[in-house]
């Protein structure tokens, strides 16, 4: 009696989906915001649309480096107000990294322990076209220069020149600045406009600048 063939089957295991990993894209933008302003809103806005940033995060310094110390109200009201001025916006996010810290923070630590924190993101530093020329006056810059993106603020009728590779961005120009807004709360002047509404009322209700 002849025997029949076993049939085999042979089950192959189903294809995995291939997972590819995207890098976050996330702005800084750092500074003593002293107080936030519209302009400053503008430029991350601006900043972060324009290079399809994921996000964008303020990253207040406790104790700027260049500042006047004597006209720098305390950090927990410059967060306190940056709050109220980025809360309509999810775009938007704060980094206390440098506050939470104190004393004088060096960016190229900041953006060091950032990156040691989330390996996954890619971060776009934010700053002012003058900042640029100073590139090289900062602290170990040319580490900096490795694990960050430069992003400078064009300035009209200037060079826009830089000895770090800088990505350009062109900003509507606004002519005022926390050391405008500080004078005009000093000498009784409307700054409706300049800042958020709500910041513009926490100034009023704690009675900062008027010194």
């Known amino acids: 009696m002849q025997k029949q063939k076993q049939s085999r089957v042979v089950v192959q295991p189903a294809p995995q989906p291939l997972i590819f990993s995207k890098r976050r894209r996330v702005g800084l933008y750092g500074g003593t915001f002293n107080p936030v302003h519209n302009a400053h809103l503008l430029v991350a806005e601006q900043a972060g649309q324009t290079l399809c940033l994921d996000h964008v995060l303020f990253l207040p310094d406790a104790q700027p480096p260049h500042a006047d110390h004597k006209e720098t109200i305390d950090a ?76 400078g603020v064009r300035r009209p009728g200037a060079k826009n020149e830089a000895k770090y590779p800088v990505t350009w961005v062109d900003i509507p120009q606004v002519d005022f600045s926390s050391t405008k807004i500080r004078h005009r709360v000093k000498t009784g002047q409307s700054i409706k406009y300049m800042v958020p509404s709500a910041v513009e009322d926490y100034i009023e209700e704690h009675h900062l600048y008027h010194d």
Do not use: C, Q
């Open 76 to 151: 927990a009201d410059r967060v306190a107000m940056l709050r109220l001025a980025i809360a309509n916006n999810s775009f938007f996010g704060l980094e206390l990294d440098e506050v939470k810290r104190g004393g004088v923070s060096y960016s190229y630590e900041t953006v060091k322990r950032l990156k040691e924190r989330h390996p996954d993101t890619d971060y776009y530093f934010i700053i002012g076209g003058d900042m640029v020329d100073y590139l090289p006056t900062w602290y170990r810059i040319d580490d900096l220069a490795k694990i960050v993106h430069f992003v």
